[in-house]
């Protein structure tokens, strides 16, 4: 069952010290990407749409973080 693995792979980056986000996102940081990927595999999405949309968010939430706020 798809929603035990995302548990189970929570359990087991739970105590791991992530990167910002911002960081997060310009690295490509492989937890956050593996747990946003089972996440869209629990809603439903196929391995090749992931594979398709997985990162383009993450240029553009760099980008817009990085941006000077008014």
Do not use: C, W
Request: charged share 25%; proline share 6%.
């Amino acid at each position: 069952m798809l929603s035990g693995k995302l548990l189970q792979s929570f359990n087991k980056v739970k105590n791991q010290r992530f990167p910002s986000i911002l960081e997060q996102l310009e690295t490509r940081f492989p937890l956050r990407s593996r747990l946003i990927g089972l996440r869209l595999r629990v809603l439903g999405f196929g391995v090749d749409e992931i594979n398709r949309v997985l990162y383009y968010p993450y240029a553009v939430l760099a980008n817009e973080i990085q941006q000077p706020k008014h």
